[in-house]
């Protein structure tokens, strides 16, 4: 895994305005490498535009990024090699199969040897009995697997998810917790936005919360274990 | 550059050939008009050979853009254009696929309409095929490359289907004033050196439409 001795994430002073509405008012943030951040706020509070600014999808209003010290808007081909992302979305094509969408991605993204590649992802997050299903014929949870191996296939140092535990069933929740913790211990940063507080949140090094487009608190350590972490989060949404 | 476009390709007709929503949605339409159109205008002889090219061009545009709307949309709609958008590559790619790929579908329909349409209003081609077949290449790609760009314009906006056929036919107008002009002179069954005029406009509008849509489609398809 190739380790970069700069921040992962590096956001000033970012806003988003879709029309006359407000989704960021002003965020700085700061991710290191291999360090796990969630991103927690209520419905609308700006983590899925955050993350999509993150992501080189959209532009921000004002404000500026560096994924690994480069900038998006110059060196956005370099900045979507080191990072792979998980939206609300799986981005899957349904009438092709698991592996023709890897397969589709991989070619894509322009990787070296693909089947061998898409083989070690499928085995990865277990999907390998399901590689010549149609996606549309998978289950929720199975297509937010595969949605996760396309997100890995080009090995990102830098993981975007948004909303990843949505949908899935108790045993494949902790099996994504799982995941995440691995890559986690693999050295790759990663950055989580949700509104449950109960899932994939034990391997977090750093907690940050979102209000109304701004950075409302940002916790660490102790903090963000357990019932310490759902207080402070009550607290700040009624503060 | 390449290996994109030809990844972008494959996916598409692939996705085609297991859905076929574009391509049977419109060949069911070339063929409705070219039946509404051979009734009302019935088998004279003298009306058939001065409408001839433009039923066609009717046909062929109407299809197209009936087709096109789609392109963007679906997988702007699934999501799926999003995850094309996070790839680490040239995005006028996506264009140059897109664009590729509709004319492949867009020729297909022309090959089925144009025999149906020689049967239905009994105007035998002979030889005039050949030479026809330059006029509708240019002419469709001509109209494909700027339906293609007003896709994705139209596919970020709330209007989306109704915008695409009121934006794409006026701009695209020159190709089809030419596309028009050199197929009917074919099938007067004047040679093709006749057509020079509207196939060196139809040349030149490919071009500069191809580049205008390698150039801003960037800037298109990223959300704002």
Redesign the interface.
């Given at each position: 895994m190739v380790q970069e001795d700069r921040r992962a994430v590096e956001a000033r002073g970012v806003k988003k305005a879709f029309g006359r509405t407000w989704a960021l008012r002003g965020v700085d943030l700061e991710v290191r490498p291999g360090e796990y951040l969630a991103l927690l706020g209520p419905n609308g509070s700006g983590k899925t535009t955050l993350l999509r600014i993150l992501a080189t999808l959209i532009r921000p209003t004002e404000g500026n990024i560096r994924i690994f010290g480069r900038d998006p808007r110059r060196e956005g081909e370099e900045c979507r090699r080191l990072l792979g992302f998980v939206g609300h979305d799986s981005f899957l094509y349904g009438s092709l199969s698991v592996s023709e969408n890897l397969h589709f991605y991989a070619r894509l993204f322009g990787l070296p040897d693909i089947p061998a590649r898409t083989r070690q992802v499928l085995e990865a997050l277990g999907l390998e009995r399901r590689a010549h299903d149609l996606v549309r014929t998978l289950s929720r949870g199975l297509q937010q697997r595969v949605a996760i191996a396309r997100a890995l296939l080009h090995d990102p140092i830098l993981l975007l998810l948004d909303e990843p535990f949505t949908g899935l069933d108790a045993q494949a929740s902790r099996s994504l917790g799982e995941l995440l913790a691995s890559l986690r211990q693999e050295g790759r940063a990663i950055i989580m936005a949700t509104h449950n507080l109960n899932e994939g949140l034990e391997a977090c090094d750093r907690a940050v919360i979102l209000l109304d487009g701004r950075v409302a608190r940002v916790m660490e350590g102790p903090e963000i274990r357990g019932e310490r972490l759902r207080e402070a989060f009550l607290a700040t949404l009624e503060s | 550059m390449g290996?994109?476009i030809l990844?972008?390709l494959?996916?598409d007709l692939?996705?085609e050939l297991?859905?076929k929503e574009i391509l049977t949605t419109m060949m069911v339409l070339a063929l409705l008009i070219l039946v509404i159109l051979n009734v009302a205008m019935g088998q004279n002889v003298v009306t058939v050979k001065l409408a001839a090219s433009g039923v066609l061009w009717v046909v062929f545009t109407f299809a197209a853009t009936l087709g096109l709307s789609r392109v963007f949309l679906v997988e702007k709609e699934?999501?799926?254009l999003?995850?094309?958008?996070?790839?680490?590559?040239?995005r006028s790619a996506i264009f140059l696929g897109k664009m590729i790929g509709s004319t492949i579908l867009v020729l297909l329909v022309e090959a089925v309409a144009l025999p149906v349409f020689v049967v239905l209003f009994n105007f035998p081609l002979g030889g005039r095929v050949g030479p026809l077949l330059l006029p509708l290449f240019l002419g469709t790609v001509g109209f494909i490359a700027v339906e293609t760009l007003f896709s994705a314009i139209s596919a970020q906006t709330r209007l989306r289907e109704i915008l695409l056929p009121l934006l794409a036919f006026p701009v695209a107008m020159p190709a089809l004033v030419g596309a028009v002009g050199a197929t009917a002179k074919v099938l007067d069954g004047l040679p093709l050196q006749s057509a020079a005029p509207e196939l060196q406009l139809l040349v030149a509008f490919d071009i500069l439409f191809v580049a205008i849509g390698l150039v801003v489609f960037e800037y298109v398809v990223?959300?704002?």
């Open positions: - | 290996r994109a990844t972008l494959w996916k692939r996705v297991r859905t699934r999501g799926q999003s995850g094309i958008l996070l790839a680490p590559m040239d990223e959300e704002e």
